[in-house]
């Protein structure tokens, strides 16, 4: 090879590895900061291709999308010092590449530790603030609300950082203290279904009770009405008795006699023990017995 095709050659591979070094691209889901010997001179490159200095100008690409940094479980001591273990996640994102970079030089481990030991202080401070039943029911948008106020007003002003959400996944009690407050919480739903049963119970007792009046008092009403029909049926009955009587004496003693002797020979008997003259026979010894 010649000296001036080596030279050739030397140039374009320089022109080449310039180019190189000159040109560069911005994802959409990235920032970028251009720097000038250490100093920013763009604080947010707008996505797409572009050209630097080389060995001047330095860009810092960082991923703009959503990060998930999933906490450290601690400990944390509600307003009554009952120690509670928390775990929590935290959404975040680049909001300003600028302050993101030169506060923690776009370093996303140093930007998760950071963020870590904040939402601990945040937690820490809600749960002091408030009781178990509040922290884990009853107030548990309200403290996730202020937690994510205050953390997004230290994030945004301290590092560039945009947080989307902070959430609570687990609220665990101790170990040693669980086995104390299952317990307790056992005994205090023994206590309840006993007080249940005993209103069941008296309850129960008030219901037979007055199953039982009422029994007695529609018995009672039942009786006397059957009395009162029965009274009615005897008086009716009578009535016409005294009717068949008045009008033909002697047949009616007659009839009546004849239903003595078929009721009491139907019987099966075949001894009976009465006087020769008693007025049983007296249609069965008089020859002037009525005929049909």
Known sequence: MNPKSL????????????????????????????????????????????????????????????????????????????????????KWRIADPAKYYTSITGDIF?????????????????????TVTEVVS??????????????SLQADEQYGIEIID???KRIDLPPEVSSSVYERMRTEREREARELRARGRELAEGI????????????????????ETRGEGDAEAASI?????????????????????RDTFSGGGDVMLLKPDTQFFRYLDDANTPRR
Do not use: C, W
């Open 110 to 130: 140093r930007a998760s530790e950071r963020l870590s030991n904040n939402i601990e202080e945040k937690l820490r401070n809600q749960f002091g603030e408030r």
């Open 208 to 227: 037979r009770a007055d199953a039982d009046r009422q029994r007695t008092v529609i018995l009672a009403e039942a009786y006397r009405d059957s009395e």
């Open 166 to 168: 902070v959430r609570v």
């Open 7 to 90: 030279y050739a050659l030397i140039a374009v591979l320089i022109v080449v590895m310039v180019g190189s070094k000159s040109v560069y691209i911005v994802k959409e889901t990235e920032r970028a900061v251009m720097l000038r010997f250490g100093e920013i001179v763009d604080p947010d490159v707008s996505p797409g291709l572009h050209f630097k200095i080389p060995f001047v100008n330095t860009v810092k690409i960082f991923d703009a999308r959503v990060q998930t940094l999933d906490a450290r479980p601690q400990s944390f001591l509600t307003l009554e010092k009952k120690r509670l273990i928390v775990d929590s996640f935290v």
């Open 241 to 261: 008795y005294a009717g068949a009587y008045s009008k033909n004496s002697e047949f009616y003693a007659f009839y009546r006699s004849l239903e003595a002797y």
């Open 138 to 151: 009853g107030e548990r948008e309200e403290v996730m609300d202020a937690v994510i106020r205050d953390l």
